[in-house]
Nanobody, 120 residues
Framework: QVQLVESGGGLVQAGGSLRLSCAAS????????LGWFRQAPGKEREFVAA????????RYADSVKGRFNISRDNAKRTVYLQMNSLKPEDTALYFC?????????????WGQGTQVTVSS
């Protein structure tokens, strides 16, 4: 069982930055692929970014490429999402996910979410 707890969300003006964190409870953190998803009101959950267990591979949604950066600190069992040049359309509830395989909307472990609101 993996418990994930997100933090770092908040209200920011367009063009600003936020860094989200997701702390995991498992001692086998190094084995998991990790990712971030988001869900805006009335919309489906969508993929944002992912990072492989060995940090070699990262991938991003087209909408955030060049603005967001995903990283992980295995010693701290934490995954981060640095979000720069934020836009109002980035407003959503952001979730982290963990999976022994690639993270997808059907991944096994999820956090409770942290709200990001970008004002224009």
């Amino acid at each position: 069982q993996v418990q994930l707890v997100e933090s770092g969300g908040g209200l920011v003006q367009a063009g600003g930055s936020l860094r989200l964190s997701c702390a995991a409870s498992t001692r086998t953190f190094n084995s998991y692929h990790l990712g971030w998803f988001r869900q805006a009101p009335g919309k489906e959950r969508e993929f944002v970014a992912a990072i492989s267990w060995n940090v070699i591979s990262t991938r991003y949604a087209d909408s955030v490429k060049g603005r967001f950066n995903i990283s992980r600190d295995n010693a701290k069992r934490t995954v981060y999402l640095q979000m720069n040049s934020l836009k109002p359309e980035d407003t959503a509830l952001y979730f982290c996910a963990a999976d022994l395989n690639y993270v997808t909307p059907r991944s096994t472990y999820w956090g409770q979410g942290t709200q990001v609101t970008v004002s224009s």
